[in-house]
């Protein structure tokens, strides 16, 4: 449904689009679970993961960037 608005020629398959977000997902965990050096950060793990995502979802045009 995110990608309705892309020309079908332009859209990322879905199967790609997946596991970009699993794999993203899948190294913040990483970072935070070995606890270092990830956990010393200055940011929660659910902060990072929700600008990353924002961040790619952007940068496929398949949502409006900030205002």
């Known amino acids: 449904a ?3 608005h ?6 990322p398959p879905a199967a790609m689009f997946a596991n970009h977000i699993w794999a ?8 935070f679970a070995r606890g270092a050096p990830g956990s010393r950060g200055p940011f ?10 924002g961040i790619y979802l952007r940068g496929l045009g398949l949502i409006a ?3």
């Open 2 to 4: 995110l990608s309705q």
């Open 6 to 11: 892309i020309p079908a020629a332009r859209r």
């Open 24 to 31: 993203l997902s899948h190294g913040v965990v990483e970072l």
């Open 44 to 53: 929660p793990p659910e902060e990072l993961l929700e600008a990353g995502i």
């Open 65 to 67: 960037p900030d205002r």
